[in-house]
Nanobody, 127 residues
Framework: QLQLVESGGGLVQPGGSLRLSCAASGFTLDYYAIGWFRQAPGKEREAVSCISSSDSSTYYADSVKGRFTISRDNAKNTVFLQMNSLKPEDTAVYYC????????????????????WGQGTQVTVSS
């Protein structure tokens, strides 16, 4: 049974760092693109980052480029999101999910198709 479990969220001051983990079970992560999404109160869910399975190519939203880094450890069946220089606007519930088109992050530029979502982990950036 496919399952994703996010962890690593918490409360951090602006400028701080957090490392989120997305642990997969019930399937082999090697063959799937894994994405990170976030949703803040009153806002639509947005794609934050994604890593492909074929060549580990990555995607980052403009708002997080240079601050966030996505990586994968296939031996541990886990994807990570290192978040540095956090800002209050990064506050949201963060989710990881599996691409419904397996190996790729986007079916075409700007279009994502993800399912099998995790439960989410809260990230709060506040002074």
């Amino acid at each position: 049974q496919l399952q994703l479990v996010e962890s690593g969220g918490g409360l951090v001051q602006p400028g701080g760092s957090l490392r989120l983990s997305c642990a997969a079970s019930g399937f082999t992560l090697d063959y799937y693109a894994i994405g990170w999404f976030r949703q803040a109160p009153g806002k639509e869910r947005e794609a934050v980052s994604c890593i492909s399975s074929s060549d580990s190519s990555t995607y980052y939203a403009d708002s997080v480029k240079g601050r966030f880094t996505i990586s994968r450890d296939n031996a541990k069946n886990t994807v990570f999101l290192q978040m540095n220089s956090l800002k209050p606007e990064d506050t949201a519930v963060y989710y990881c999910a599996v691409s419904t088109v397996q190996a790729i992050c986007q079916v075409r530029p700007g279009v994502f198709r993800f399912g099998s979502w995790g439960q989410g982990t809260q990230v709060t950036v506040s002074s």
